[in-house]
């Protein structure tokens, strides 16, 4: 469960006072917080764990690291939907 | 500094484990701490790899496993109240309280939601304002910044209807008490790389050297594993006690400040039981008193619910390095994951369901592996 998985930052913007990122895990999207890596910026590689990116790596390693994760089935929590907002449209989940 | 290039070379993991052999003069036994270095460990049969007399002993860091038994029958009383959205990680749901698994309130009626990430709540209590939002808030202190943010932002914007129920543990604690017990095995850690991705290592310094123990903070990958043990032996073979990094390609010494700056803002330590362990102090963390609006346990008053655990089980014991799966009589006969009777049994990551997962309670499955060690190890 402490297993952060690697993802990709395809968009950057302010919520609620808050910096967060749309991050692609393979072909799933979620949104993540970053106010921990507050440094991130689009097309940057970042570890998410529950909804958090904790730390920057290289792409090289985020491939590895997300293979190793599927191969020990532990990307089972990107299956979870995203909650919805009232009044937002639609929603970007699972490609 | 890099120690690896090709992480999943088989030539690599030959070389490693050569190295090891080469260098080894005595038998040393040596604790991975995170459970995601057991499921990593146990399903690529990689202790089998390494020379006789290096032992791996599965620790304490799965959090499911260690959220003790009295945590989940505090949260079914939550989950059945009819005002109440219950909303935990996925894992945590299908453990067995006294009484059935959050499934079975789910389908008592019981507003029970798996939730991606605690900002969730957040999202559901705003669009809930006559209900009340409920986060088990599980985990070691990886999550604990995720947790942090969510009652921080509850605060700030005034949401009032979101609360957590925390069961928070920390690793250096248990390794502390592992330690300290008169029948420890454990000569030195594999320490955890997601944890201190978060809190970094500085804090695994002072306890290397106080009980003259090698930690190695390692990776979860096989060829990591075998790198932190080599990395391990070497300090035991040199009379070496100090805390190195295996996984500097993701971590440094000081960690994620800024996490660890919002967790000491909303959180305290405090004393917390463990599954399977007991009590062991200043172990965790509890809400701060600027928090207290945000404690399920108080909102709801369930902080006088007791439960103790079946006498039968040893996961105690498997936990500090004492036990193995395959050690306990239950275990595979009327311990399975379908029925655990205790900690390590409860979720993927506990060492008796990695075990039982990977056939390691068949005969076949021991004599596949143990062919494969007496091959020489890496293939």
Redesign the interface.
């Known amino acids: ?4 998985i690697p993802g990709k930052v395809t968009e950057t913007f302010t919520k ?3 910096r967060m990122g749309r991050v692609q895990f393979g072909g799933v999207s ?1 949104e993540a ?1 970053l ?4 440094e991130t910026q689009t097309g940057d590689y970042v ?1 998410v ?4 990116a ?2 920057r ?2 792409e090289e ?1 985020a491939r ?2 997300y293979q ?1 994760l599927l ?4 990307l ?3 299956d ?7 009044g937002a449209f639609g929603q970007r989940g699972r490609a | 500094m890099k120690y690896l290039d090709e992480y999943r070379d088989g030539k690599i993991a030959s070389r490693i484990v050569d190295e090891i052999r080469r260098i080894q003069t005595k038998p040393w036994v040596i604790m991975e701490v995170c459970g995601g270095q057991t499921h990593s460990i146990v399903k690529n049969g990689v202790d089998y790899l390494l020379p006789k007399g290096i032992e791996l002993v599965h620790g304490p860091g799965c959090p499911v496993c260690v959220t003790p038994l009295e945590m989940i029958d505090k949260a079914h009383a939550i989950a059945r109240r009819p005002d109440v959205i219950f909303c935990s990680f996925g894992d945590m749901l299908r453990v067995p309280g006294s009484a059935g698994d959050l499934f079975s309130i789910k389908s008592e009626g019981g507003d029970v939601r798996v939730v991606y990430s605690p900002l969730d709540c957040l999202k559901l209590a705003r669009a809930n304002p006559d209900k009340k939002v409920v986060f088990f808030a599980v985990g070691f202190e990886t999550t604990a910044p995720a947790n942090a943010m969510l009652v921080s932002k509850a605060k700030q914007d005034g949401v009032n209807n979101v609360s957590i129920l925390v069961s928070h543990v920390m690793v250096p604690p248990s390794i502390a008490a592992i330690l300290q017990s008169p029948q420890n095995r454990v000569q030195g850690f594999l320490g955890p790389g997601h944890v201190c991705a978060i809190m970094g290592y500085r804090e695994y310094e002072p306890m290397s050297a106080r009980f003259k123990v090698p930690i190695v903070i390692t990776g979860f990958e096989p060829l990591d594993i075998l790198q932190g043990t080599l990395m391990v032996v070497r300090q035991l073979e040199e009379g070496r006690a100090e805390v190195e990094n295996e996984y500097s390609r993701i971590l440094d010494r000081d960690g994620n400040r800024p996490a660890q700056k919002l967790v000491a803002s909303v959180f305290e330590i405090a004393d917390r039981k463990w599954r399977g362990v007991g009590s062991i102090p200043k172990s965790g963390y509890k809400l701060r008193w600027e928090y207290r609006d945000y404690d399920a346990e108080k909102i709801f008053s369930v902080k006088e619910i007791d439960t103790h655990e079946p006498e039968i089980c040893i996961s105690g014991r498997i936990l500090r390095g004492i036990k193995k799966p395959h050690d306990c009589p239950a275990f595979g006969t009327i311990c399975t994951p379908q029925h655990p009777l205790g900690a390590t049994m409860v979720s993927a990551e506990g060492a008796c369901a990695a075990y039982y997962t990977y056939g390691r309670h068949l005969e076949s499955k021991r004599e596949e592996l143990e062919a494969m060690a007496s091959l020489g190890g890496a293939a």
């Open positions: 469960m402490c297993l952060a609620g006072g808050m979620r917080c106010e921990y890596v507050p570890l764990h529950v909804g958090f904790i730390s790596v290289n390693e590895r690291t190793a191969e020990l089935n532990q089972t929590e990107l979870v939907p995203e909650v919805v907002e009232p």
